[in-house]
């Protein structure tokens, strides 16, 4: 048997299938879509599953993939054997109500023993102890003699998911050799060892579960095979681990470089190079599929593993950022089968960067709070950290359980892990709590449902705004129906439609749909399942019925304005990467009639200079007249015109470009202007963060930029004549409005002063002596807290070595200073800490340093108890 590479054995398995007549189709991004019940896609048939639900007509009724995947379920495992990971490569199989059980238990045979060339002899079939069909199969057609046949029970061989779609399975094991095994003479197929591998598992789905363990047949019998990638190549090499193989092994042997560590020489250096190796995989793919990081969802999971691996390359002693220069190997071993790793390899390695700079910095804070915590326990006596601060320092500083511990064993001290599981639990409950209730494939259970999944709509909105075609489904809120009457709400479906359905950021068209009989006010138009656009609204008059002949009527304005933001957003895209580099992708675009947002990945606000050539550079190309030309072409000419692809978007095999006079080449869905004269000009409104690495900046075009130099023009109007002035003169008018303001203001100060003076009168008279120090504590009428502060220092001149306490009243409210000399202090004075013990009797607090304090109240009828009490706490201060 030839040991094939990974990407060698990817190849051979789609080509296999596809000489079957299958229809290889690109690996789905890892973010599911229409999917709620996901955060990430973790199995093959996970993308797939409106094909098997019936919800959307597969392009062919037999479909082969390579699925990118990433499970974190088991995540504090990984790491720990050579069996887990979080990011594996799912080859697989499916038909759709086309071949069965004969054909795909054929086939795998086929491929694993004759284009593979796996040892038949040590490739063991299991079957469900129930499915006679399979086992007869296997044994009669295929020829494997009984006794290899191993039958297993619905725990091991039935593929269910609650209600729905749910079968039998056939596992497919091989024998790795007695080296593999547990060197027990009962070691055989089903034993935890690592002898016996399953590689491949066909799923028949056969049956329907109603939830209550009744089970019939379906009309519509699919296959939904998988088998993962590694795990097969692991057997093809005979290594002993995925992380044994090619592609892996040279991430694996990077790793061990940087670490100056040999893999397999001590336990705990392979537990951090595993998981390093298997977290910069899932990292690199994660942010190639348009995931950042963030706190929450499928963000919190690429930070959680970035961190991870952070982690463990400071147990190895790597020095420095060392993520990125490792994702490149990640990139170079998976381009072939992934080329979008090479097209947005830049982007990859600056998110990785930023991350792992910024997590350094927050370990950093994280050992600081730690040493604090420890601190604290010292001086208490305690032996055991809570629960809760062992988990605050993971959830908040990424600090793992087993790091915690290890530093605190250091110091003979341990965590409550109870607690800290227990405190975890909390917050996975609160996460389970908040996820949306779904169906269990994963969809809002709601009205489209139940529409016919062969009716499709078709868009014909590029190149008119109206056009007439017939009804073909009607539904209201809770379902399908024949007609909809005067004041109901529904939806309505017809063949052919010139109305957008919101998609790629821009938001649908509204309008109106009108037959002999009725009128419908169209308030939304959405995309669904299927290729189906509806039209969401109401009827405004007399009856929309299935069948009617309808003219469509989209609000042309509304579209015309929304089309000049949009094409504004192309041309404000090129001009980011031109201005901040070739990293800025499209994040989110939200494009409307009244205004346009764009969210692009950075990782610093934008200069007011950047913002400036940005907007110079849009206006620049507004008032070059460049035509707009859109195309239909294959991807691959696509790309070589260089069009700027979605982040993380999965393009068809034709795509539409669009072309701004060779300046902005961008594939795009949308509705555009048909010249950039259209724009008329741009104006930057903000520049915001609104995520880690991702900025968002909102700007007008057109109607809503005039409309916007109306208002302002107003405001700077009526500003102008608040102070008397004209728009021309405003600005020399606020300067000597200014200059008079900041004259009034230090006379006002001048006068405070004065009064304070007058006030003070000559107080040094209730001087005290107390030791070698002097006390003044005197209450003052009518001086506010600058005032005060400011006798407090020409009083604590004229004392000599003592402190000072004054209070004044003012409108009911009691202002309270105390200030004290260097040699009182030194001696034991604190004033914050004597204005805390008097500011109770003056209903208030307060505090400050050993040299300065201040406080407020509102019981004016305290003052001369909070004198009084000032000596008192002096003298114990000085003892």
Known sequence: MQAYGVNQLRKMFLEFFESKEHLAMKSFSLVPHNDKSLLLINSGMAPLKPYFTGQEIPPRRRVTTCQKCIRTGDIENVGKTARHGTFFEMLGNFSFGDYFKREAIAWSW??????????????YPSVYEEDEEAFEIWNKEMGIPAERIFRFGKEDNFWEHGSGPCGPCSEIYYDRGEKYGCGSPDCTVGCECDRYMEIWNNVFTQFDNDGNGHYSELEQKNIDTGMGL?????????????????????????????????????????????????????????????????????????????????????????????????????????????????????FILKVIAKEEEQFNKTIDQGLGILSDLIEEMEKSGEKVLSGEAAFKLYDTYGFPLDLTKEILEEKGLEADEEGFHAAMEIQRKTARDAREVTNYMGADVTVYESIDPSVTSTFVG??????????????????????????????????????????????????????????????????????????????????????????????????????????ATHLLQKALRTVLGSHVEQAGSSVNEDRLRFDFTHFSAMTPEEIREVEKLVNDSIAKALDVDIQNMPIEEAKKTGAQALFGEKYGDIVRVVNMGGYSIEFCGGTHVKNTSEIMALKIISESGVAAGVRRIEALTSKGLLHYYDNLEAKMHEAAKLVKATPENLGEKIGHLLSENKAL??????????????????????????????????????????????????MKEKLGEGVVVLASEADGKVSLMVTATDGAVKKGAHSGNLIKAIAGCIGGGGGGRPNMAQAGGKNPAGIKDALAKAEEVLKEQLS
Not at 325 to 336: P, Q
């Open 745 to 794: 203001h230090a006379e006002v100060d001048s006068l405070k002063s004065k009064l304070a003076q007058e006030a003070a009168g000559d107080i040094l008279d209730q001087v005290q002596e107390i030791g070698d120090l002097k006390l003044l504590a005197a209450e003052l009428p009518g001086v506010d807290m600058n005032g005060l502060r400011d006798l407090g220092d020409q």
């Open 230 to 346: 590694e795990r097969l190549a692991s057997v093809v090499q005979d290594v002993e681990s995925i992380f044994d193989v090619d592609t892996i092994k040279a991430l694996r042997d990077h790793v061990s470089r940087l670490a100056g560590k040999e893999y397999g020489e001590d336990y705990n250096t392979d537990v951090s190079l595993r998981v390093i190796t298997d977290h910069v995989r899932s990292v690199t793919f994660m942010i190639s599929d348009g995931i950042m990081p963030s706190n929450e969802g499928r963000g919190y999971v690429l930070r959680r593993l970035l961190r991870r691996a952070c982690r463990h390359g400071r147990l190895l002693g790597i020095e420095g950022n060392f993520l990125p220069t490792l994702a490149e190997t990640v990139i170079a071993g998976s381009k072939d089968g992934y080329p979008e790793l090479e097209e947005k390899r830049d």
């Open 462 to 567: 590029y190149d008119k705004l109206s056009c007439e075609s017939e009804i073909i489904v009607l539904t209201s809120d809770t379902e399908v129906t024949e007609a909809l009457s005067d004041g109901d709400r529904g939806t309505i479906f017809v063949k052919e439609t010139p109305f957008y359905a919101t998609s790629g950021g821009q938001e649908a068209d509204t309008g109106v749909i009108r037959t002999a009989d009725g009128e419908f006010r169209v308030e939304d138009t959405i995309k669904l399942l299927g290729g189906k656009i509806g039209h969401v609204g109401v009827v405004t008059k007399g009856m929309i019925k299935v069948g009617d002949t309808a003219e469509l009527e989209v609000n042309a304005e509304k579209r015309a304005l929304s089309a000049r933001n949009h094409s």
């Open 110 to 123: 086929e491929f694993l023993t004759e284009v593979v060339g796996l040892d038949a002899d040590r490739l």
